[in-house]
């Protein structure tokens, strides 16, 4: 596994402001204060280790030693305003993200909100939405999203994603089949569909004639940053920034950047 880390140079009065504008802080005691306890919860060995899933083309694209996108841009955002280096860790799925962050190997991750995982991370709200939507065969006799829970339906799908946990448990009939890559598992066992991000399945659909995508989403996949459970002023800091890199349009510059027109800015909580 490549690791690239990033040295992120501290900014005089950068922490001060952004405290202060975020409302966690009313005096420059206080700051500084908040400001060095979160330094000690999201990067408690001098790095802020981040996870970077590159199997989600609308978080993070390029490579492992150069990644662009929403998620390195937002990480190497806070790396500056704790004034600590970065250290991406890339991954190429989003459940080996998690499982790198409940064994201790990161600080930062950038994973949908779900309930399973909510146990071990301390989310901030979304800064992103995202559909999931199935991809079928052409001439396939599911025509919407209801048509896929169903007896006999099988859907491929990315083991331990955010659209497999909720398919999980939400789904009364159809059958999900697990694999590091459901849309191969989908052509190569002739599965009834598969599910996943819209963007890269409609990418898909587009070199692939004889597959299709259904209208309509089956699922609204909230991308939250997140921090492993108990850094509680760590967290606090974690959702502060966040709701101000929503406000200030870092988000939506950062989408536009990475060519991801599809992707919406989650609106405030």
């Not at 420059?28 to 981040?50: D, H, I, Y």
């Not at 967290?235 to 988000?251: I, K, P």
């Given at each position: 596994m490549f690791r690239i880390i990033f040295a992120a140079a501290i900014v005089a009065g950068t922490s001060a402001a952004f405290a202060q504008n975020s409302g966690t802080a009313q005096k420059?005691?206080?700051?500084?204060?908040?400001?060095?306890?979160?330094?000690?919860?999201?990067?408690?060995?001098?790095?802020?280790?981040?996870g970077i899933n590159f199997g989600n083309m609308v978080l993070a694209q390029g490579t492992p030693d150069a990644p662009r996108g929403i998620t390195p841009d937002l990480a190497r955002?806070?790396?500056?305003?704790?004034?600590?280096?970065?250290?991406?860790?890339?991954?190429?799925?989003?459940?080996?993200?998690?499982?790198?962050?409940?064994?201790?190997?990161?600080?930062?991750?950038?994973?949908?909100?779900?309930?399973?995982?909510?146990a071990e991370v301390e989310f901030t709200a979304p800064y992103v939405l995202i559909e999931g939507v199935y991809l079928v065969a052409k001439d396939s006799p599911l025509q919407t999203i209801a048509d896929v829970d169903?007896?006999?339906?099988?859907?491929?799908?990315?083991?331990?994603?955010?659209?497999d946990l909720f398919l999980t448990r939400t789904l009364k009939h159809a059958k999900l089949v697990r694999a590091e890559n459901g849309v191969d598992l989908f052509v190569k066992d002739k599965l009834e569909a598969a599910a996943g991000v819209k963007q890269p399945l409609a990418a898909y659909a587009q070199t692939n004639p004889g597959v299709r995508l259904i209208d309509g989403r089956f699922m609204e996949i909230r991308q939250a940053m997140g921090?492993?459970?108990?850094?509680?002023?760590?967290?606090?800091?974690?959702?502060?920034?966040?709701?101000?890199?929503?406000?200030?349009?870092?988000?939506?510059?950062?989408?536009?950047?990475?060519?991801?027109?599809?992707?919406?800015?989650?609106?405030?909580e």
């Open positions: 420059g005691s206080a700051v500084s204060s908040s400001q060095q306890t979160a330094v000690k919860e999201l990067a408690p060995g001098g790095t802020l280790r981040v955002e806070l790396g500056k305003r704790l004034g600590v280096p970065i250290e991406f860790i890339p991954f190429d799925a989003a459940g080996k993200t998690f499982a790198a962050l409940k064994a201790g190997k990161l600080d930062i991750v950038f994973l949908a909100i779900e309930p399973v995982r909510a169903r007896d006999g339906v099988r859907i491929g799908v990315n083991q331990d994603s955010a659209y921090t492993p459970k108990g850094r509680e002023a760590g967290a606090r800091y974690l959702r502060a920034f966040v709701e101000e890199m929503e406000a200030s349009g870092f988000v939506a510059d950062a989408l536009k950047r990475s060519h991801q027109p599809d992707a919406a800015v989650a609106p405030a």
